[in-house]
């Protein structure tokens, strides 16, 4: 088979290294990829918003199923562009139609899902530039702090918490009146705020059936302690020791089963990954968000523990007989660590040439924000690689994956020496 994964990222990187080890996968095409992707297959210049340029690829490149790994072509529906192309109708495309991928990209959609098929969530309303002032009236009745959310994709950027009400108060207004994230505060969901521990679970589904990949932790925030401004994310770990059998049971029952039956009942066809963001409240789940796709930087911690062929997983869920195909996960433990940019995730440093790569002995680097230039990788991004080790415990794990990002050096490199260890 040759598969096209679509994007740029570490996540990319993963599925890139996941699919080169399948005997069933010939040649791995990735667009437009990165400086690491390249180790695993070919880079195509081509943004993941291109569709068009995406189905000449296809076609050139005889492709026969396409792994979406970003959220951004699946709400603006690269899915059903294919099912719309006499092309391109007949190649699968791991990821759901744009319908479905408004469980991420309308956090008021998502919240009215889980309203209807009764998930455990926080009490929420969603307001308008015209209802603001409800809006207003309403912060004061659900504690604090506050959660305000912006309904559309932000990446990444459009969850406030805010500590008291004054500050609530004038977020919401920036968010409506101002735009503070562009179009996609045009309308604001409201929240209540969530007391316990995060975590994310993972499902692939065909529809109809479904496998539940491992549990993981990221770390979003730029400074050690939690502190300082929220990233993209800055680690994570796999499996979240709180995440025991009992706990996933209850997530099995009581959000992913009322999820993929809800997809159904709704009618909205749905192949690919959902994304359960989580919160342990007192051992009970509580929903926080979907998406539509793997996490970023967990899917570089969830992929090394699954013992299964990713094409034979993919493919279950092309073919609809996602139940009879074989899956296993590893009882190691997945520890990632992210080396960004200096400066990030504010204006950060570029164009930094990058070495001590090959100087990594124990751990997987996957690149992300990264630029072949002649002999040189340049860290180009703001995350620019993810340091992920797979060891029989968590200390080992996150040791390992702390000392193997030390051995790598740019200009302005920095990551988080203590990833994972809350949970020590």
Not at 28 to 46: D, K, Q, S, V, W
Not at 170 to 180: I, P, S
């Amino acid at each position: 088979m040759n598969i096209l994964i679509l994007g740029s990222g570490g996540r990319e990187s993963a599925f890139a290294w996941k699919l080169a080890q399948s005997p069933k996968c010939d040649k791995i095409f990735i667009a437009p990829g990165n400086a690491g992707t390249g180790a695993y297959g070919t880079n195509l210049n081509i943004g993941v918003n291109d569709f068009e340029g995406i189905k000449q690829a296809v076609l050139n490149n005889g492709i026969n199923l396409v792994l979406v790994g970003p959220e951004e072509p699946l709400v603006r529906g690269v899915h059903d562009f294919f099912l719309a192309d006499d092309q391109l109708k007949g190649i699968p495309v791991i990821g759901p139609q744009a319908e479905g991928a408004q469980l991420e990209g309308s956090k008021d959609f998502s919240k009215q899902f889980m309203t209807r098929h009764n998930i455990p969530a926080a009490a929420s309303q969603t307001f308008t530039v015209d209802t603001l002032q409800q809006g207003l009236a309403y912060l004061p009745t659900i504690g604090l702090p506050i959660v305000l959310k912006a309904d559309g994709l932000a990446a990444g950027k459009g969850v406030l918490i805010c500590a008291t009400l004054e500050e609530a108060q004038q977020e919401l207004k920036e968010m409506l009146t101002e735009a503070k994230f562009g179009a996609a505060s045009a309308k604001v969901v409201i929240e209540q705020f969530l007391q316990g521990i995060e975590l994310s679970v993972f499902v692939l589904t065909d529809g109809d059936n479904y496998k539940i990949l491992p549990s993981a932790k990221d770390y979003k925030r730029i400074g050690e302690g939690d502190t300082g401004l929220n990233t993209g994310g800055m680690g994570s770990v796999s499996p979240v020791p709180f995440a025991d059998e009992a706990f996933i049971k209850k997530v099995e029952d009581r959000i992913i089963i009322p999820t993929v039956n809800g997809l159904k009942q709704d009618g909205i066809p749905y192949k690919g990954f959902i994304f359960i963001g989580l919160m342990n409240c007192g051992g009970d789940p509580y929903m926080i968000e979907y998406n539509c796709r793997m996490g970023d930087p967990e899917t570089e911690s969830v992929l090394p523990r699954i013992e299964a062929d990713l094409v034979d997983l993919l493919l279950g869920v092309a073919n609809g007989n996602l139940n009879e195909i074989d899956f296993s996960v590893s009882n190691q433990v997945a520890a990632t660590v992210v080396c960004v940019a200096g400066g990030y995730p504010g204006e950060y440093l570029k164009d930094r040439v990058i070495s001590g790569i090959d100087n990594v002995r124990g751990s997987y680097v996957f690149q992300a924000g990264t630029t072949q230039r002649g002999e040189d990788i340049l860290a180009t991004g703001g995350r620019v690689l993810m340091v992920t080790a797979l060891r029989d415990n968590m200390f080992d794990a996150l040791q390992q994956a702390t000392a193997d990002a030390s051995r790598i050096y740019y200009d302005g490199c920095y990551f988080r020496k203590d990833i994972g260890f809350d949970l020590l």
